[in-house]
């Protein structure tokens, strides 16, 4: 009997014990860790056996952590590379077979070394990640930042512009572009080669798009300054679904233009088809094109190796024609003033045509006149 109430009493008192022992690494844990902070818990009178397993359930209760091996097993600028490289082969239209290049291979490794022996080296990025995981990463980065102009134009609305065009094929193409406050975004290209082309199918498009884009989040229209986007314009406005929704006239085109008007003046004119002439001639005969790329490569601090000539597909271009025979007065002038010049102009086929050049080239008159041309020209060129 008696030795069945010492067990009793010693099962009753390792309880406690260990009820007080799990209080005080409670404690412990509480007061941030530390020898202090448990003699804090336990008191300066108490027991040293009370330290000790409170020592022992605080070792037995924390987890032990292992040291990360990442910084030797992946570079963490791996990621960043490769997300470039996909930016870079996609935005430039390059084919992923690239990737599979030794030369390709060869440069990015160039540009890696050398590299410190502690760390995962750098790779080149391969063609099956760039065709499969970068991929869909670099598209889910455009859909999230596609998403994100959507949703600030169900806020600030945007405007809609348009314009159309032709591809190489012959079709007649049309872009659909919406332009809110962060960047604009481009929704489609759609084939109208087999529409009509008056101001009443426009509309219709117009109409189809608003629909299914909102048409609460279209405020404007921004066109040029064709007729029919005009009458297209008018007529949407008509519509009592659409009267909320103005044209505003493109500003590159307003500029060029204007441009245009100015070069219709008969002095404009004039010293236009003067310095055609000039330009036509150095672009077209061998020799004096050799002749000017020559003293062009001489001048020190000079990157302009040929003059300009006017098309039919640039904004400016009688503007850009003019700028470049400006900066390249000096040389012009030398190369008509020097000897080598008389042996060309002796030649049948350049006599009448190289003695205009040389006239023109020498009058004064010819260089103040396009200088006036070219500063009225110059702020509106910088719109554009």
Not at 17 to 40: F, I, N, P
Not at 234 to 247: A, C, G, K, N
Request: with cysteine; aromatic share 8%.
């Amino acid at each position: 009997m008696l030795q069945w109430m010492t067990l009793g009493r010693e099962r009753d008192t390792s309880g406690l014990v260990e009820s007080h022992v799990h209080k005080l690494a409670a404690g412990w844990r509480t007061l941030g860790g530390g020898a202090a902070a448990l003699r804090s818990v336990c008191g300066r009178g108490g027991d040293h056996g009370h330290l000790q397993a409170a020592h022992a359930v605080v070792r037995t209760h924390g987890r032990a952590k292992q040291a990360s091996i990442a910084r030797w097993a992946k570079n963490p600028r791996q990621k960043d590379i490769d997300d470039s490289c996909i930016g870079f082969f996609v935005e430039n239209a390059i084919p992923f077979n690239v990737a599979r290049s030794r030369s390709f291979k060869k440069f990015v490794n160039t540009c890696y070394r050398p590299q410190p022996a502690a760390k995962h080296p750098l790779l080149p990025t391969g063609y099956n990640p760039l065709r499969c995981c970068l991929q869909d990463g670099l598209q889910r980065r455009l859909t999230k930042e596609e998403q994100a102009i959507r949703d600030d134009s169900e806020i600030t609305s945007c405007t809609f512009i348009t314009d159309g065009t032709t591809d190489i094929c012959g079709r007649s193409l049309v872009n659909y572009i919406l332009a809110g406050l962060s960047k604009p975004l481009f929704i489609k290209c759609e084939d109208v080669s087999d529409q009509e082309k008056d101001a009443a199918a426009v509309v219709e498009g117009w109409k189809r798009f608003f629909r299914d884009i909102g048409v609460e989040k279209i405020t404007t229209i921004c066109t040029d300054s064709f007729s029919g986007n005009k009458s297209a314009a008018t007529m949407l406005r008509e519509d009592p679904q659409f009267q909320q929704i103005y044209r505003i006239p493109c500003t590159a085109h307003c500029m060029d233009l204007f441009m245009q008007d100015v070069g219709d003046q008969p002095w404009a004119t004039n010293a236009i088809k003067k310095t055609n002439k000039v330009v036509k001639f150095f672009r077209n005969h061998r020799r004096p094109r050799s002749a000017l790329r020559i003293e062009l490569t001489k001048q020190k601090g000079q990157k302009v190796r040929v003059i300009l000539r006017p098309a039919q597909t640039r904004f400016g271009t009688h503007y850009v024609m003019l700028d470049r025979l400006i900066t390249c007065e000096k040389v012009v002038r030398r190369v008509v003033l020097a000897d080598s010049w008389t042996d060309m102009a002796s030649q049948p086929y350049l006599r009448r045509d190289a003695a205009e050049v040389e006239k023109l080239v020498t009058d004064k008159a010819f260089w103040d006149e396009i200088r006036k041309l070219h500063a009225v020209l110059a702020e509106s060129y910088k719109v554009l």
